[in-house]
Each structure stands twice: as structure tokens, then as C-alpha cells.
């Protein structure tokens, strides 16, 4: 086995156009370049998303080899993100990870999306330990993850229609606030009052989620109460985020407790861009206390799309030889 591993990530999965390099498991760089022109539209268009990673991919590249100071030749395998995402995005980053592999004489790292999340948890100590429970949520997946091994992880839950992302997301919008919305949900909790409004809470089997239903009740409970008063969004928009971030929080951890108790685990995780709400990270910290659980938390930089995960999980894939042929394609239905 090769002593000396350099693995260089690549991550275009949706709208983040991001370049890592790792070298024997050591995060060296992670440079993300973030596409601002979605804001104008309220949400991500898939062709302006690929036309930008077109522009950036390169220079994001090159970005990422300077700060590592690592040159070309010296890396040992191209990771990139295989999907999940968006197919015009995906193409990019997969085209690239295969012109550059190919060139160099490297191996490619074929790498699903959602494990990336997942194995963002072993960029930074202290990393979880084997079994361990990780809630991953993002705009687009709702999941909770039984990992018991970097190489074998599966699904216990899911959500059977929205994601919580895409749930912070629509609720946003409803209250007007600009997108991404879900962070702002956020900010304006903190200035809220929990406890004003109610909203109910769905029934589903299993570990499984569904927020299709929340996002309705929200939408008929503005739509109930403007017709009272023209200026309840504006007079009440604090106490309102701060009710519906605790609501969807609520939600993802009526499943995630039931799963830790039922499968007696307690190292429990979060992953996904979802998993930077404050929120969140205070339920899972209260969480911990009261139960005793081993928590762990990814810095924000690693919560939302970044190459750093995917060069990491690409490592893992590099040291048992699980590489990708150079006819792989992108999958934006990628199963686990």
C-alpha cells in the first residue's frame, strides 16, 4: 500500500462548487465557491447551477492544490461525488475527477453524496464510535443512518415525501423571508418566544419522517390568520420561526430518540446542511445530557456541501482499492 496518500475531492453535487485536498487522512484545504445567483430566483435552477460550476471548477482546483501546496503529480486518487444531486451538476464534477484522472494515471473514487456527510465526522477528532446513530438532514434528504463501519452503513429511516431542509426552505418562503430561507428561520429564533403558535405533529411508522403535512399546516395557519390581521407575518415573524424550528426539530427527534432506545445505541451523530441549526444542535446537546448519549457535531464548515467530506470518504475508498472504471457516469438517483 502506497505510504504517501493524496486524495483530491470534488464536490458539484448542487449549487457549491468545492475542491478538497487530504493526504494520509489530514484535511490540508477546502475551498468551496458558494453560487449567489440562486437567491434571485428563490431557489436553485439546475442550469445556471452547472453553468457556474463550468466557470469555476478549475480555478477551485487549483485553489485547493495551492493551499494544500501539494502539485498534480503528486496526487494519488480523484474523489467526486457521484450523486445524489443534480444531473447537470454532477456531469461537471464527474467529467473533470475523469479528464484529470485519466491525465495523471490515477485512480477515480466514485462517492455517494450522503455517506460523504456521514464520513465528514472523521475529518476532525473526536470521531464517533462503532455502531453509531447519525440523523442526516439536508434540503433535499432526511435520514437516520445506522453506521457500523466506514464501509457499512444503512438506512433505518427516511423520509417518505419532503425533506426538514426542504420543510425550513417552503416554510421561509411562506413567511416571506428570502432563500435560502432556512437559515434565517433560524436567526429570527433567536429572538422568539417558543410556545404562540401550534402545529401538529405527523404520524408515521417505523424511523420514518414525512414533512409534506407541517408544511401544510403552516401555509393554511398564515393563510387563517392574515385573513384576521393583514400584518400578523411581520408583527409576529420572531415567535413564529422560533415555534416552527422547534416544531421541526421536535419531529426529527421523536424518531431518532425512539431508534437509540429500540437499538440501544448511544453514540449519536448529525450530519447535512441542516445540521448547522442551532436548534438542532441544542436539542441533540439537551439530548446528551439527559440520556446519557455520546454526541457528535461536524464544524459548520463541513455541515453544508463541501469536497472535504468527499476526499475523506474517497480516502477510505483508496485504502481497500475501490475504484471507479473510467466509463462511470454521474447518478442523481444514487441509492445507498
Sequence with gaps: MQENIIILGIETSCDETSAAVIQNGKLLSNIVFTQEIHKEYGGTVPELAS????????????????????????????????????????????????????????????????????????????????????????????????????????????????????????????????????????????????????????????????????????????????????????????????????????ILFQKLTKAAEELQIDQIAIAGGVSANSALRKRLENESESRDWEIYLPAFEFCTDNAAMVAMAGYYDYLIAKFAPQNVTPDPRLTF
Design 51 to 250: 453553468r457556474a460550476h463550468i466557470k469555476y471548477i478549475v480555478p477551485t482546483v487549483a485553489k485547493a492544490l495551492e493551499v494544500a501546496n501539494i502539485h498534480k503529480k503528486d496526487i494519488s486518487g480523484i474523489a467526486f461525488t457521484q450523486g445524489p444531486g443534480l444531473p447537470g451538476a454532477l456531469v461537471v464534477g464527474c467529467g473533470y475527477a475523469k479528464g484529470l484522472a485519466l491525465g495523471l494515471n490515477v485512480p477515480l473514487l466514485a462517492v455517494h453524496h450522503i455517506k460523504a456527510h456521514i464520513l465528514a465526522h472523521f475529518i476532525e477528532e473526536p470521531k464517533p464510535k462503532f455502531p453509531f446513530l447519525c440523523l442526516t438532514v439536508s434540503g433535499g434528504h432526511t435520514l437516520i443512518v445506522l453506521v457500523k463501519s466506514v464501509y457499512d452503513m444503512e438506512i433505518i429511516g427516511s423520509t417518505q415525501d419532503d425533506a426538514a431542509g426542504e420543510a425550513f426552505d417552503k416554510a421561509a418562503k411562506m413567511l416571506g423571508l428570502p432563500y435560502p430561507g432556512g437559515p434565517l428561520i433560524d436567526k429570527y429564533a433567536k429572538n422568539g418566544v417558543s410556545g404562540q403558535h401550534n402545529f401538529p405533529m405527523p404520524q408515521m411508522p417505523n424511523y420514518d419522517y414525512s414533512f409534506s403535512g407541517i408544511k401544510t399546516a403552516i401555509l393554511y395557519y398564515l393563510q387563517k390568520k392574515e385573513r384576521e390581521n393583514p400584518h400578523f407575518i411581520k408583527e409576529n415573524l420572531a415567535n413564529l420561526c422560533c415555534d416552527i424550528q422547534k416544531h421541526i426539530v421536535k
